[in-house]
């Protein structure tokens, strides 16, 4: 499980820096603005999903894709995104470049399948459906701590030696024991939760680690990055 969790979780991190550390905040008009974007892009991912797996895109593919998705709904309003922008430090390519990345912090906790495209994003794979990284109310409390547990974790390890002066190999060593760990002592709720079978079924494993590395994204995005830099 722990692959899907790194891959994931390193394919955000780049994705949502600026995002969380973008100042100021948006306008309510702005941040309405943001969240039909959200709605509608995640609508066209479903509906190319269903014609063509978002995981059969290769790395390229899936880049143009989504800019292609954003330029065009934004193009469709620019009148309205111009008028937005003057009360939130004018229309730029900083400006335009930070909304687009809060548009995709709220597509990964928002939008399963974008998931999948992410990690396509990323140069990673999976196999794993979209229909399968719904995070359910019920399960997302379990997700949520197992993302802080690994977190907490890596920034601990961090903070006593930079995990950027590790090798690589060392690095992603470290995140497999981690999630190891993580998983052990979460192994009773994880049963309770989507029954003993999950630990002899290797796509159910999967799907629980690629949501719990969606969550990581929007927790600890330094210290993924420093995870996943080469």
Sequence with gaps: MHRFILVLAVALAPLLTSA?????????????FEGDMTASLCKEFEKENAVRPLAEFSKDQAQTFM?????????????????????????????????????GMRLASECPVAMVLFVRLAGGSTDVPAS??????????????????????????????????????????????????VMK??????????GPEIFMDPEKLKAMGMKVGGIMATKCVTVLTAVGQE
């Design 185 to 194: 002592s979460n192994a009773k709720r994880i049963s309770d939760q989507y």
């Design 67 to 103: 800019q292609g998705l954003m330029k065009d709904y934004i193009t469709a309003r620019e009148k309205e995104v111009t008028k937005l922008f003057k009360d939130n430090g004018g229309v730029s390519n900083a400006t335009m470049e930070a909304m687009g990345r809060r548009v």
């Design 132 to 181: 399968s990284l719904t995070i359910s109310d019920a399960e997302r409390p379990l997700l949520n701590d197992m993302a802080d547990g690994v977190c907490q974790r890596l920034e601990q390890s961090n903070k006593q030696k930079p995990l950027t002066s590790l090798p690589k190999a060392d690095r992603m060593a470290l995140v497999t024991q981690t999630m190891q760990e």
């Design 20 to 32: 969380q550390n973008t100042k100021p905040a948006p306008t309510p008009a702005l941040a309405k």
